[in-house]
């Protein structure tokens, strides 16, 4: 059973050049997420990658890391990024630049707003099928709670908390306020 | 496998003490009451506990953790939600058609599960979670977070990450007191939620909304105290009429005690089925012991 498995285990997947991409948007960009469950021996690494790439003042919505945590290494350009801890103090507030790295704690939330066009990163994922949370937009947990739920947690009326809840159509990035 | 082992000598005790919570953090429609995740017995075990006690209309906001939690419901009734990530909404109202204007988007909202004494939540990491008193008995729910488990990459420290309002952690508030690293670490315990740290122009451009409800999902606009806030024309949410939140409570047992007869009868009514199942099952172990003693896998299936 060995040769018919570590010996023939699939050892390269490529996510930087990727046609069938998990998200995109033609006027925000794009994102590829490797699991174990497309590429096994993550399995046994119990790790996973992300690639994205987010075109000029294109934004990655606020969105935290379920079970991993995300160090991420911008491969072009510069995005602005904020990260946000548990008691709403923002961690990191500053722009990242091609080369530099973020380290990005599980359940930290965080939303990057692309600077450049040609702005991409590959995220390292420290659980082999990575989940994330968007806080905002159309798959996002606000949106999932009940309309009271919502305009009650956050001291909204009924319509206000309905426009928190869908006024986002996007599941993951958003376009440029322009190009919407 | 599903936990990190506890560091050397942090489980050698000559002695065992009863705890008691030893801080306690009001709100306006309740109170959370904490044990310090940093005695030795907790830190041993791995855990953290609290206590929460919700009045009457009392909304405990949405919030999730670091690590799974397991919650016993010791007293009262009540209604809360599970945000799993990704997962479809699975209840709607019909859509509203407005004079002049399109279809108004109306609630959709994944399952509420109603909740009574005794029950056990289960509650996995990262999973946004809200409950709400609806009767007029205080819920009582004792809250265990498991800091090493796997699912937990942080440190020990056992964190909530609330969505909304403006409260402090509660668990934080021992680093503060103590003047540990993690206070540090946290940049301080001054009340916030995961959404505030975010400049305005950030949330104003995700949620498509404008800069009053950002103050407001900020927690800028909100007075009222802690993380349980009242809701006092009472909450509304769809369910469907199958739930029946204020069945009363000997109706419900006696259903299940029902339930547990007749899957007794059951039982009882093919004794000879389940012994020729046994006796087969037994023989048929012993064949494929005989002929493939080394494909203990397939014996699984």
């Known amino acids: 059973g060995l040769e018919e498995t570590l010996c023939t285990l699939k050892l390269r997947h490529n996510i930087g050049q990727s046609t069938s991409p998990d998200a995109y948007n033609p006027q925000a ?131 206000q908390a309905r426009q928190l809840k869908n006024n986002n159509p996007y599941k993951f990035l958003v376009p440029p306020p322009q190009s919407q | 496998t599903f936990r990190q082992q506890p560091q050397q000598n942090e489980c050698q005790f000559q002695r065992l003490n009863a705890l008691e919570p030893d801080n306690s953090v009001k709100s306006e429609a309740g109170t959370i009451e904490t044990w310090n995740p940093n005695n030795d017995q907790l830190r041993c075990a791995g855990v953290a506990l609290s206590r929460c006690t919700i009045q009457r209309n009392g909304l405990r906001r949405p919030f999730y953790t670091n690590a799974p939690q397991e919650i016993y419901i010791q007293q009262g009734r009540g209604i809360f939600g599970l945000i799993f990530p990704g997962c479809r909404e699975t209840y709607e109202e019909p859509q509203e058609q407005e004079q002049g204007q399109g279809p108004r988007p109306q609630d959709r909202h994944q399952k509420v599960e109603h909740f009574r004494e005794g029950d056990i939540i289960a509650v996995p990491t990262g999973v946004p979670f809200w409950m709400y008193n609806n009767e007029q008995t205080p819920v009582i729910a004792i809250t265990l977070i498991d800091t090493t488990n796997l699912d937990n990459q942080l440190d020990q420290i056992p ?143």
């Open chain 1, 29 to 159: 960009g794009r994102l590829k997420t490797l699991t174990s469950l497309d590429f096994p021996i993550l399995r046994w690494l119990g790790l996973a990658a992300e690639h994205g790439s987010i075109y000029k003042n294109a934004m990655f919505v606020p969105y935290y890391n379920v079970n991993a945590n995300s160090i991420l290494y911008v491969l072009n350009g510069s995005a602005w990024f904020q990260v946000v801890d548990c008691s709403g103090n923002a961690v990191f507030n500053g722009e990242l630049n091609e080369g530099q790295v973020l380290t990005i704690p599980q359940n930290y939330a965080v939303a990057i707003k692309s600077l450049d066009d040609n702005f991409s990163y590959v995220a390292f994922k420290t659980n082999d099928i990575p989940q994330i949370a968007a806080l905002a937009g159309l798959t996002s947990s606000i949106r999932a709670l009940p309309l009271d739920v919502v305009a009650h947690a956050f001291n909204l009326d009924r319509d």
């Open chain 2, 159 to 301: 964190r909530r990450f609330y969505l909304s309002g403006n409260q402090e952690q509660e668990f934080l508030q021992y680093q503060q007191k103590e003047g540990g690293q993690g206070q540090q670490q946290e940049g301080g315990n001054e009340g916030g939620n995961v959404l505030s740290g975010f400049n305005d122009e950030f949330l104003e451009e995700a949620f498509s909304v404008d800069r009053e409800i950002v103050r407001n999902i900020k927690g800028k606009n909100d007075d009222r105290e802690g993380s349980i806030v009242e809701v006092k024309e009472g909450l509304k949410v769809i369910s469907p009429p199958t739930l029946r939140p204020r069945q009363g409570r000997e109706e419900e047992e006696e259903e299940e005690e029902e339930e547990e007869e007749r899957r007794g009868d059951r039982r009882r009514h093919r004794p000879h089925h389940h012994e020729e199942e046994e006796e087969e099952e037994e023989w048929s172990h012993q064949v494929r012991r005989v002929r493939r003693p080394h494909h203990h896998r397939e014996d699984r299936n």
